[in-house]
């Protein structure tokens, strides 16, 4: 009875693990940077795999806690855990099941993890290649450059902000090599919300700034004799409890 059980459970999973790696199979050059602003894993693999496949997330559901863990405990569900085994295996079911190895692989990149730990993370369905991460990486930053473009067209904030990079502890030890860090400075633009052509005119701008006075200490930046008064019954009332501040005013 348990062999006949295990076989059409099994079946049923086969069969349902074709839809799951539909739903989450996505291209890396379709990934793109309002992609991944918006994604979500835990919403995204409740409303589309979860329904897909009820009898694959009960089984883990049920593995991955008691019984009496999943009645009393209301904090920790392991619907993560759950969502994330599921990618594995959908991964391994079909290479381009990338909806969660994607943007996970960006995560571990950004946050500096090593080229080692990553192709480790890949050979268990978790990541996607190295070389593959490079691809990806280096047609977001087309689009970003696509975008930048457009949004240079119209009204834009343009601001400048700096970038350490660290080279990995394996370069080769040479005159030449680059260095273990290194600085540079980049640019930033910002598209303008609600804003228009004659607001950010450059001339006005310049002729405020050349009729400007210079700044003074006594009169523009040292606080007044009101402003120096501190409050001592508010500070007391926002510090202590009303009733201790109540007594000590009275």
Same mark, same amino acid.
């Given at each position: 009875m348990q062999s006949h +059980?295990?076989? &059409? @459970?099994?079946?049923?999973?086969? *069969?349902?693990? *074709?839809? @799951?790696?539909?739903a989450l199979q996505i291209t890396? =050059?379709?990934? $793109?940077?309002?992609?991944?602003? &918006?994604? =979500? $894993?835990?919403s995204f693999m409740s409303a589309n795999v979860d329904p897909e496949s009820p009898i694959l997330c009960q089984i883990l559901g049920a593995a991955m806690q008691t019984e009496r863990g999943a009645k009393e405990n209301k904090i920790k569900d392991g619907s993560t855990a759950c969502h994330a085994v599921v990618t594995q295996l959908a991964k391994q079911h079909s290479n381009q099941s990338n909806y969660f190895t994607a943007p996970f692989t960006l995560s571990l990149w950004t946050?500096?993890?090593s080229r080692q730990?990553?192709? +480790?993370?890949? /050979?268990?369905?978790?990541?996607? &290649?190295?070389?593959?991460?490079?691809?990806?990486?280096n047609n977001l930053a087309k689009h970003c450059l696509e975008r930048v473009s457009q949004i240079a067209q119209g009204p834009h904030l343009m601001c400048y902000d700096n970038i350490n990079i660290s080279t990995s502890i394996f370069v080769e030890q040479r005159s030449s090599a680059p260095a273990k860090v290194q600085s540079g400075t980049f640019t930033i633009l910002y598209k303008v919300h609600s804003g228009s052509l004659e607001? $950010? /005119?450059l001339a006005p701008?310049?002729? /405020?700034a050349q009729n400007m006075t210079d700044l003074h200490f006594n009169s523009d930046i040292r606080p007044t004799s009101d402003q120096q008064l501190l409050p001592v019954p508010a500070v007391m009332i926002l510090s202590f409890p009303f009733s201790i501040a109540s007594e000590a005013c009275s």
């Open positions: +059980a295990i076989t &059409s @459970v099994t079946k049923t999973i086969y *069969d349902k693990m *074709d839809h @799951v790696k539909a890396l =050059d379709s990934i $793109m940077p309002d992609f991944l602003m &918006s994604w =979500d $894993m835990n946050s500096g993890a730990t990553i192709e +480790a993370l890949h /050979r268990c369905s978790l990541c996607i &290649s190295f070389p593959l991460l490079l691809n990806l990486i607001q $950010m /005119r701008m310049l002729q /405020r």
